[in-house]
């Protein structure tokens, strides 16, 4: 299998480099793409090195199966696009709710699978493992509410945002002055107790995802 992986200097496309080379999934040919500024960089994937490509130059029919982690922006923009030449799994929410398209937890509802255009979309990090535990309950005694409260590192975020807190971080720990970027108060040394911005009903984005994603299941 050929597999492409947009956005995989970020931290989710790090992530399912590092799971990759754990797992017995084979690989014959790994493409590595993220935005134009990273073109020419280096990753190692099992001691081998690769060159990061740039998405705009990138051809889709490159790979059978292409893991989209860079965010909602560019799943609008590349997706409908790339599942023309090759199977999409796209990370952003931009699909998620989407009548029909899979959204898909293997260990949940794989089944799914059978019917899909060349796009499959992943629900949200928290929606994930919610529903992993939910399903056998639901299955046996039909879950009618669920409360949850989540505790969320910054690396949700994404790679912006963690630098964000490490730089923040060794400002603070200097007496220098605070400048918050991509938070909406100071994040170190601290707490922010919402994900995400807020809708119009006083849920934040984040929370809406849990709600709807999980019913989508
Ligand atoms: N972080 C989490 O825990 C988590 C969990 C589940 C789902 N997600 C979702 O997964 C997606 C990625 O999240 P992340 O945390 O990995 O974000 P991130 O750390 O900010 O990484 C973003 C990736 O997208 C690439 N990118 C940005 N602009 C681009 C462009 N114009 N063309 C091509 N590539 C571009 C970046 O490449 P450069 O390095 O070249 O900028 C980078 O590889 C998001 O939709 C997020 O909501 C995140």
Not at 12 to 30: F, H, P, Q, T
Request: charged share 25%; proline share 3%; hydrophobic share 40%.
């Amino acid at each position: 299998m050929n597999l492409a992986i947009i956005g995989a200097t970020g931290n989710v496309g790090r992530k399912i480099l590092e799971v990759l080379e754990k797992s017995e999934v084979a690989v014959d040919n790994l493409i590595l793409v993220a935005s134009k500024k990273s073109e020419g960089k280096k990753i190692f994937f099992k001691k081998k090195e690769f060159i990061i490509e740039s998405l705009a130059e990138y051809d889709f029919s490159r790979a059978e199966f292409t893991i989209f982690a860079a965010g909602s922006e560019i799943a609008k923009e590349w997706v409908t696009i790339a599942s023309k030449k090759t199977i999409v799994i796209d990370n952003s929410s931009f699909f998620r709710m989407e009548k029909d398209i899979p959204l898909v937890v293997p260990e949940v509802n794989a089944s799914v699978l059978k019917e899909h255009n060349n796009i499959i979309s992943n629900p949200n990090c928290s929606t994930i493992q919610m529903v992993l535990v939910l399903k056998p309950l639901h299955d046996k005694y039909r879950i009618k509410r669920v409360v949850v409260s989540t505790y969320q590192a910054v690396s949700g975020a994404g790679k912006v945002p963690m630098d964000e807190l490490f730089s923040q971080s060794k400002d603070y720990l200097q007496g220098k002055k605070i400048i918050s970027k991509n938070f909406t108060k100071q994040i170190a040394f601290n707490l922010i107790p919402h994900i995400d911005v807020f809708s119009k009903d006083g849920y934040t984005k984040e929370e809406l995802k849990m709600i709807n994603e999980t019913k989508k299941f």
